[in-house]
């Protein structure tokens, strides 16, 4: 066989690529043995082509092959740049979250003005995400996902360079840092509209499902890396602790510039609807009473986040850091498998039942713990909660895009979202009050109660309008 660029076969690029002989590479082996063949005679260009064209047969394959374990097969290849962003987003978060306490510290600020930016950025992120469910109708959602990423690389640059107060302050409020453990920045809404487009029924639950458990694992694998300013300290001695933590934000820069280009593979010519006369029409209601029942949720959730809950195990039953570590490590791994077990669930019993009957029993143990005697049953009791309290985290964004119309989904992800932003700002300082004044079971009891109550809620109030899975 004499190969030329037009008679190369898909399965001799495939042999190629594993690195079986084939008629490509005997041809290719042709010139340096000296036979006058075409390949012989354009030796330097070919070869070249050649090698070229080896790598992008490579590149691929390796990317179709990550994109089938990735994605349930019914999807659309076009979520998979979705995917690869929201892992690159939530490492990003997983290490800020982490760092940028100590950051702000190290430039000489106090607790007080930590958590004023703090602050900022939840309001920030609470403010962009409502503009988008208000006015972001007007544009694509791969415009507005572009421009997020663009922010995102100004955001980590913004605080590497910045020392003073007030500029810190508006880049947090502008910008796309996320303090917290779960992501609600204004790409989430987006990036659910998206997804939503890109498979139906069952697979749209795997898919969401799929993009949990990326953005929690990622977050895990990014607060590890939480640990790299102190390594470049002590591998540099001329290096100080505020140059690795600067260093840290050019990274988080240089990530949005990553989204950047994954964004950029997103279709550029997108099915467009006819314009709303508001962003939200025939789905108003609905959206505004899901927005009140996850505010419910939102507000529960933010009395025992983790550092809450490592601080109650601490004041409790005297544990070490290195045995919360340990623990925390354990249930992420479970609240990760538990986002995979809840599509099955889902097909099962439906997205409503799935969101109810799960949630209520983690919200049961939680309160059992508050009051458990001894460590081993509290954390026999906090593990089942972790392995069930996150099934409802895809099913729900699964369901609101369910019982919404097409053109309405970014606006309806995005007053969702706005409304747990909002509604988690407030809870840490009261579960801090508590624990200063000796409750210490408080926040706990207060945090399953406020769930079943929203579990209960939402079931009462949408028992009638769960939606097929086809």
């Not at 800020?96 to 430039?107: K, Q």
């Not at 089942?384 to 099913?395: I, Y």
Request: charged content about 10%.
């Amino acid at each position: 066989m004499i190969f030329s660029p037009q008679t190369a076969l898909f399965d001799e690029t495939l042999k190629v690529s594993i690195g079986e002989p084939t008629a490509i590479s005997r041809d290719i082996s042709c010139k340096r043995n000296g036979v006058n063949t075409w390949v012989a005679t354009k030796p330097a260009l070919l070869c070249r082509w050649a090698r070229w064209r080896i790598k992008s047969v490579k590149v691929y394959v390796g990317r179709r092959i990550l994109t089938r374990l990735l994605m349930p097969a019914e999807a659309a290849e076009t979520a998979f740049p979705l995917l690869a962003a929201r892992a690159l987003r939530a490492f990003g978060d997983g290490y800020v979250a982490v760092l940028l306490p100590a950051y702000l510290l190290t430039l000489g600020f106090d607790q007080l003005d930590v958590g004023f930016l703090t602050t900022a950025t939840l309001a920030g992120s609470a403010l962009a995400i409502l503009g988008v469910g208000t006015i972001g109708y007007r544009w694509t959602a791969r415009r507005l996902l572009l421009s997020a990423a663009l922010l995102m690389a100004v955001t980590g640059l913004g605080f590497a360079s910045i020392s003073s107060f007030w500029p810190l302050f508006v880049v947090a409020f502008v910008g796309t840092l996320n303090p917290g453990s779960s992501d609600i920045s204004v790409f989430l809404p987006l990036e659910h509209a998206h997804l939503a487009q890109a498979a139906r029924g069952n697979a749209r639950i795997t898919l969401f499902a799929r993009y949990s458990l990326i953005g929690s694992l990622s977050a895990a694998v990014g607060a590890s890396a939480a640990v790299i300013p102190s390594w470049l300290v002590s591998g540099w001695p001329g290096l100080s602790l505020i140059d690795g933590l600067r260093g840290m934000f050019v990274l988080y820069g240089l990530l949005g510039g990553a989204v950047w280009l994954l964004y950029r593979t997103l279709p550029a010519i997108e099915v467009q609807t006819s314009p709303l006369p508001h962003p939200l029409g025939a789905s108003r209601r609905i959206v505004f009473k899901l927005a009140t029942l996850f505010s419910i949720d939102a507000f529960a959730g933010g009395l025992l986040g983790n550092s809450l809950l490592t601080l109650w195990l601490f004041e409790r039953f005297g544990l070490s850091l290195a045995q919360a570590g340990t623990f925390f490590f354990c249930a992420g791994l479970l609240s990760a498998g538990s986002q995979l077990a809840a599509p099955v669930v889902a097909r099962r019993i439906g997205l409503l039942n799935t969101m109810v009957f799960t949630h209520l029993p983690a919200n049961v143990c939680l309160i059992f713990a508050a009051i458990a005697p001894n460590l081993e049953g509290a954390l026999a009791l906090l593990f089942v909660r972790s392995a069930l309290s996150q099934m409802d985290v895809p099913t729900r964004a699964a369901y609101v895009m369910a019982v919404v119309t097409s053109a309405e989904r970014t606006a309806a992800a995005s007053f969702t979202t706005v409304s747990r932003s909002l509604a988690s700002i407030a809870s840490p300082t009261l579960t801090g009050a508590l624990l200063a004044s000796g409750l210490l079971s408080a926040p706990l009891i207060a945090c399953g109660a406020l769930k079943i109550a929203y579990d209960l809620a939402l079931l009462i109030s949408f028992r009638r309008l769960d939606v097929p899975l086809d």
